[in-house]
T-cell receptor, first 110, second 113 residues
Framework: EDQVTQSPEALRLQEGESSSLNCSYT??????LFWYRQDPGKGPEFLFT???AGEEKEKERLKATLTKKESFLHITAPKPEDSATYLC???????????FGSGTQLTVLP | ETGVTQTPRHLVMGMTNKKSLKCEQH?????MYWYKQSAKKPLELMFV???????ENNSVPSRFSPECPNSSHLFLHLHTLQPEDSALYLC????????????FGEGSRLTVL
């Protein structure tokens, strides 16, 4: 059974204080790892897809990286508008659906 | 209208009521999904439709009944719900049934009294 664990559950940063969110996974044959951002009262918004270890994707202040066991979402010099819950999900060869983690709630203070 | 649109955004219903949630996607995708999101829990997949055929049903109670009349519209019919069914119900679409790049609507917040 595929498993996804995100840490920390919540993270508070000062504006400009860089940090990383972690997504650890256990799957049988990774087909893809996906990052989403979810604002309060809204649906998740797709950010990145990573397919293989060593792959990196960037978008503005966000950079996602992937190893064989985990993915990191690095946030460089965050701003208050980066505050949101970040979700990680995996697709495996054995499962017909995505497995989501519980998310990391990020708060960036001005 | 663009993206994925869900109505209503908020719904309060009694345990004996019958209501429906509606989802419409304007992205030309061929797969649509219903997810349930409860506080502090991972997203739970309820149903998947690909090319209007249900391809996934994750042991969801029969008080939830999906309907997909065409590739752009998806409904979730609700009847005799329980208070524990209170949650955010999210509709999503994708190109291909098992793709991870899902496009979500803003959700319907359901409260069952």
């Amino acid at each position: 059974e595929d498993q996804v664990t995100q840490s920390p559950e919540a993270l508070r940063l000062q504006e400009g204080e860089s940090s990383s969110l972690n997504c650890s996974y256990t799957v049988s044959g990774l087909r893809g790892l996906f990052w989403y951002r979810q604002d309060p009262g809204k649906g998740p918004e797709f950010l990145f897809t990573l397919y293989s270890a060593g792959e990196e994707k960037e978008k503005e202040r966000l950079k996602a990286t992937l190893t064989k066991k985990e993915s990191f979402l690095h946030i460089t010099a965050p701003k208050p508008e980066d505050s949101a819950t970040y979700l990680c999900a995996v697709a495996s060869g054995s499962a017909r659906q995505l497995t989501f983690g519980s998310g990391t709630q990020l708060t960036v203070l001005p | 209208e663009t993206g994925v649109t869900q109505t209503p955004r908020h719904l309060v219903m009694g345990m004996t009521n019958k209501k429906s949630l509606k989802c419409e996607q304007h992205l030309g995708h061929n797969a649509m999904y219903w997810y349930k999101q409860s506080a502090k829990k991972p997203l739970e997949l309820m149903f998947v439709y690909s090319l209007e055929e249900r391809v996934e049903n994750n042991s969801v109670p029969s008080r939830f009944s999906p309907e997909c009349p065409n590739s752009s519209h998806l409904f979730l019919h609700l009847h005799t719900l329980q208070p524990e069914d209170s949650a955010l119900y999210l509709c999503a679409s994708s190109q291909g049934a098992i793709r991870g790049e899902l496009f979500f609507g803003e959700g319907s917040r359901l409260t069952v009294l």
